[in-house]
């Protein structure tokens, strides 16, 4: 049973390009939550999704960065435009539909750095 | 608005002792506490949680305490080990629109010396 995968794992850009963070949840996982960790910070939550749905992107930036979980197919957390302020850490984390109280699943992450 | 608070940036506990780690919150929301420990480059990991019905949860070395009315958890590691060294993130979740919702702390690099 695949863990939670993310890729890449390293993702350089150019101030001003477009960054896609892809993230493919366990097996049997339809829950979807995207966290950013700067430099010597912790987890900020930035979006929580389900199949088809935003449940909540209250952490989402207004601009640039938006995010999907299709039907089919994994994850997409997508920034546009680039700066400098976007270098960081992406994690990727699912856990399943289960009613109740249950940990979430990280992936290795990815980090991404705008030069 | 921090609503998870990890107060101690670090700590340092030499090997064989007790290392312990604290958590606060704000949100008396907040049902279901967990803790995550993360190497470098890695993701966190899953490490114990804790229901808000319970006080005390158990799993080997590790231990963690909730204290309800203080609004304050802690997590007991003994006896500490080398491979705890790592970064450690308390978590705190409610439900949110009928789906759940984890909050985190800042982490605390715990380093523990032979």
């Known amino acids: 049973n695949a863990g939670v995968m993310q890729n890449p794992r390293h993702l350089v850009r150019r101030r001003g390009q477009e960054a896609r963070l892809r993230c493919s949840p366990m097996?049997?996982?339809?829950?979807v939550y995207w966290y950013r960790q700067l430099p010597e910070e912790g987890l900020k939550f930035m979006v929580y999704?389900?199949?088809?749905?935003?449940?909540?992107e209250s952490g989402m930036p207004k601009e640039r960065f938006s995010a999907e979980f299709p039907k089919e197919g994994p994850s997409i957390l997508r920034i546009q435009q680039v700066v400098r302020g976007d270098s960081a850490a992406y994690f990727c984390?699912?856990?399943?539909?289960?009613?109740?109280?249950?940990?979430?699943?990280f992936g290795q992450g990815t980090r991404l750095t705008v030069v | 608005d921090q609503q998870v608070k990890q107060n101690s940036p670090s700590l340092s506990v030499q090997e064989g002792r007790i290392s312990i780690l604290n958590c606060d919150y704000t949100?008396?929301?907040?049902?279901?506490f967990l803790w995550y420990k993360k190497y470098p480059a890695e993701g966190p990991t899953f490490l114990i949680s804790?229901?808000?019905?319970?006080d005390k949860n158990e799993d080997g070395r590790f231990t963690v305490f909730l204290n309800k009315s203080a609004k304050h958890l802690s997590l007991h590691i003994v006896p500490s080990q080398p491979g705890d060294s790592a970064v450690y993130f308390c978590?705190?979740?409610?439900?949110?629109?009928?789906?759940?919702?984890?909050?985190f702390g800042q982490g605390t690099r715990l380093t523990i010396n032979p």
């Open positions: 984390a699912s856990s399943p539909s289960t009613g109740g109280y249950t940990e979430a699943f």
């Open positions: 804790i229901s808000s019905i319970k």
């Open positions: 949100n008396s929301m907040f049902d279901y």
């Open positions: 999704l389900q199949k088809e749905n935003i449940i909540d």
């Open positions: 097996k049997g996982h339809s829950h």
């Open positions: 978590a705190a979740s409610a439900f949110t629109q009928g789906a759940q919702k984890l909050v």
